[in-house]
C-alpha cells in the first residue's frame, strides 16, 4: 500500500539474495580466469614432466639428493635441451645434418607427408612469430549489411593477386569464430572494401572472445574494457 508522500519513482534495493547472487558471479569471474590458468599450468608441467623423466637418469635426477619429487624438472630440461638444439641447428654442422636428415625423410612415403605437415605448422606458430596480426578491421561478411571483426594479415601476393580482377591492393583478411578465435576463414577482400579500426588486436580478440559483450573503453583507453549490460 502507498501513500501520496511516497514515490513510486525511487527504484528499489536489492534483495539480500539478490546481492548475494550477483556477489557470487562477480567471484566466479575473478576466481575461474585464475584458477583454470593455474590449472592448465600445472597439468601441462605434469605432462612435460611424465614425459621427460622417464628419459632421465635416476642418478642425476632431483629427487635422488632432496628426497622430493619437485614438478616442472622435466619442464626446465626440456627447455634447456630445446634451447640446445636450437643453438646447434642454427650453425653450419647443425644445418648439414638436418638437411642430410630430411634428405631421408623424403624417400619414406607416409612419414614424408606427415613430417612436412608437422614441420609446416611448426614454422608457421613459432618461427614466424614477427608476422602476427597488427590490425583489426570491419569488413561485410557474409554479405553486405552485415558487419563481421576480422584481422589484417598482409597483402595478398603471387597468384591470388594476380588473378583477382581489381584495381588496387587485395588484403588477406582472418575472419576468427566466437568462441574460439584460434579457427575462422581466410577471405581476400580489396583494401578499400576493409574499414581498419583503433581497437587493438588483443581488445578486438576479447571482443570476439566475449560474443559481444566485452567492449574497448571508447572514452578512457587506459581503463579496462566494458561489460555490456541491458
Not at 78 to 85: E, G, K, M, R
Not at 114 to 133: C, L
Amino acid at each position: 500500500m502507498t501513500t501520496p508522500f511516497d514515490d513510486e519513482t525511487t527504484p528499489r534495493r536489492p534483495g539480500l539474495f539478490a546481492r548475494l547472487r550477483s556477489s557470487f558471479f562477480t567471484g566466479i569471474v575473478v576466481i575461474a580466469p585464475v584458477g583454470l590458468t593455474i590449472w592448465l599450468l600445472w597439468t601441462v608441467m605434469g605432462w612435460i614432466d611424465g614425459v621427460v623423466l622417464p628419459l632421465v637418469p635416476h642418478t642425476v635426477r632431483p629427487e635422488q639428493y632432496i628426497g622430493i619429487n619437485l614438478r616442472g624438472v622435466g619442464l626446465i630440461i626440456f627447455l634447456l635441451f630445446t634451447i640446445v638444439v636450437g643453438w646447434i641447428a642454427k650453425g653450419i654442422i647443425g644445418r648439414s645434418l638436418i638437411g642430410f636428415a630430411e634428405s631421408l625423410v623424403d624417400r619414406m612415403p607416409v612419414v614424408r607427408s606427415i613430417y612436412s605437415g608437422i614441420k609446416q605448422i611448426s614454422e608457421t606458430v613459432f618461427a614466424q612469430t614477427e608476422r602476427s596480426f597488427d590490425t583489426a578491421c570491419l569488413i561485410q561478411y557474409p554479405r553486405r549489411g552485415i558487419w563481421a571483426i576480422g584481422f589484417v594479415s598482409t597483402t595478398a601476393k603471387g597468384e591470388v593477386a594476380a588473378r583477382a580482377e581489381i584495381g588496387g591492393n587485395l588484403l588477406s583478411i582472418f575472419v576468427p569464430t566466437t568462441p574460439n578465435p584460434t579457427s575462422g576463414f581466410l577471405l581476400f577482400f580489396p583494401e578499400e572494401d576493409v574499414i581498419p579500426l583503433d581497437m587493438t588486436v588483443e581488445e578486438a580478440a576479447k571482443l570476439v572472445i566475449s560474443a559481444g559483450l566485452v567492449y574497448p573503453n571508447a572514452k578512457d583507453p587506459t581503463k579496462p574494457a566494458e561489460l555490456v549490460s541491458d
